[in-house]
């Protein structure tokens, strides 16, 4: 249920240059629900468009089996599936597309991991979740960085209003707010503060860990799954500035697939290299990655840790079972014959690791929507295993708590009918004086326990070594 939907097409003012995404963030951070869907490595393919949006005019959220659609007008409590839920909201508010320009108002928020449970036929053995397993804002208006183009678009919906001359005034009047708050200047800096960083505290111990991998390998040795992703969280208290501490984050991590997401009780700075799925139109495309090298100082050295990912058998082999569950999670949902592997085992080198990408995609059904699209991949192949039920039965037996956001989905539903999705790797959660990150990896018969948690620790050390510098902003020596 909403306040309804819009049959105008968004309005659209294109200034001339890029505008920093970042900064542009800045200067909304301070009104409400702020969110930043942020391309922080650029490329046609897969990182053109950032966008920037704050205030929205409905929230809907889901935990435990109960929804709440809030607006600015009114408050439903809903019950029942959380993916009819998300159809339920998405429906009403619907906009033509704009050519050229990927958002014409939309949802952004994320899709926690226990909302997997809800997609598949099986809820035994689940931890509790630590917090809602949905949050979706609805924006009706945002700042759209084309990077590639060098220009910025100003996007209006008039929602929620649905009257064509009410909703054309709203438009006039939101393209005239984020014209203003383009032009303006940076907001005046808050006192800046040390975030005093303790020393990380590991959920799962080495021991631990290490015992959930040998039991994995025992699954595996049985026939139940041939590929499992094990998980452990790490967390270090401390007092840090959110959107300084994501400036940081983006100077040493920037991704395609970056988020700030500033929630009721939480921020979330998202720099995650991989896509869960997109959507143009009905041609949907998924990348998962699997595998992963850390990357060498040395010129040469870095180069033959490239080289060698791309030749390596185990890391091949944990990508190829992945391409294929993608190829039949979107096999659900796409047109017989449309599915298509485009990139297999390709290698992609982001600041700190070398990874193996793949590609996927897929037209989808003239039966099917996105929520379909979405609820079949959902969670990404490459966060659980295979096959998926029984991978994430076993995450959950193993790992012993709630995952979640991580490995879960950070993006946007826009009005248009198009969506895309990351997935929430390289992940930090501030909440209540604390930073939290969780890293993995994926388990095979083979694969050595050792091996594993230090590839996991690979993962997680340029962002502890970022949470752990002391001074304003994490800047000076570390702790």
């Known amino acids: 249920m909403t306040d309804g939907g819009g049959s105008l097409p968004a309005a659209v003012r294109t200034l001339p240059g890029v505008q920093d995404p970042l900064s542009l963030l800045e200067r909304v951070e301070r009104e409400p629900y702020p969110a930043l869907l942020f391309s922080g490595r650029v490329d046609r393919d897969a990182g053109r468009f950032s966008v920037i949006a704050s205030d929205p005019f409905q929230i809907l959220r889901f935990r435990r089996g109960r929804g709440i659609l809030k ?28 050519p050229g320009i990927p958002f014409a108002g939309g949802a952004i928020g994320y899709l926690g991991y226990g909302l997997g449970r809800c997609a598949v036929p099986w809820r035994r053995g689940a931890p509790p979740s630590e917090g809602p397993e949905l949050h979706l804002a609805f924006y009706d208006r945002a700042f759209v960085v084309d990077h590639l183009e060098h220009c910025t678009h100003l996007v209006a919906t008039g929602l929620p209003e649905t009257a064509p001359a009410r909703q054309r005034e709203k438009q006039m009047l939101d393209l005239a707010r984020l014209i203003r ?15 005093a960083p303790s020393a990380p505290s590991f959920r799962t111990s080495l021991g631990d860990y290490l015992r959930a991998i040998r039991r994995a390998k025992e699954h595996l040795s049985e026939g139940e799954i041939y590929q499992v992703n094990l998980s452990h969280r790490v967390e270090v208290e401390g007092d840090w500035d959110p959107f300084p501490l994501y400036r940081k984050l983006m100077d040493i991590h920037g991704a395609r697939f970056s988020a ?64 294929d569950l993608a190829r039949n999670d979107l096999g659900r949902v796409c047109a017989p014959g449309s599915v298509k592997v485009e990139d297999l085992c390709r290698v992609e080198s982001l600041p700190s690791v070398h990874h193996l990408v793949s590609r996927v995609s897929g037209i989808l059904r003239s039966d099917r929507d996105r929520v379909d699209l979405v609820r079949a991949l959902f969670p990404g192949g490459s966060m659980t295993g295979a096959p998926k039920i029984r991978a994430m039965e076993i995450i959950d037996e193993l790992e012993g708590g709630d995952r979640g956001i991580y490995s879960g ?24 004086g604390a930073a939290r990150l969780q890293v993995g990896g994926a388990i095979l018969v ?3 326990p050792e091996g594993e948690y230090q590839e996991t620790l690979d993962k997680a050390r340029p962002i502890l070594d970022l949470l752990q510098r002391r001074g304003p902003d994490g800047e000076g020596e570390h702790a």
């Open 181 to 195: 708050t383009a032009a303006s200047g940076p907001p005046r800096p808050s006192p800046r503060r040390d975030p």
């Open 71 to 98: 607006s600015r007008r009114r408050e439903v409590m809903l019950e029942g599936d959380p993916w009819k839920m998300l159809r339920q909201a998405l429906d009403p508010v619907r906009v033509p597309g704009i």
């Open 409 to 432: 989905s950070v993006g946007y539903f826009s009005f248009d009918g198009d969506l895309d999705l990351n997935i929430v790797i390289r992940t930090v959660i501030l909440r209540q």
């Open 260 to 323: 700030y997401l500033a929630l009721a009780d939480r921020v979330v700075l998202c720099a995650s290299p991989e896509r869960l799925v997109r959507l143009e139109g009905k041609r949907a495309e998924t990348r998962p990655i699997k595998g992963t090298r850390a990357r060498s100082a040395d010129p040469g050295e870095d180069v033959r840790a490239a080289e060698t990912l791309a030749l390596a058998p185990k890391e091949r082999a944990e990508n190829v079972m992945i391409v």
């Open 446 to 448: 083979d694969s050595d």
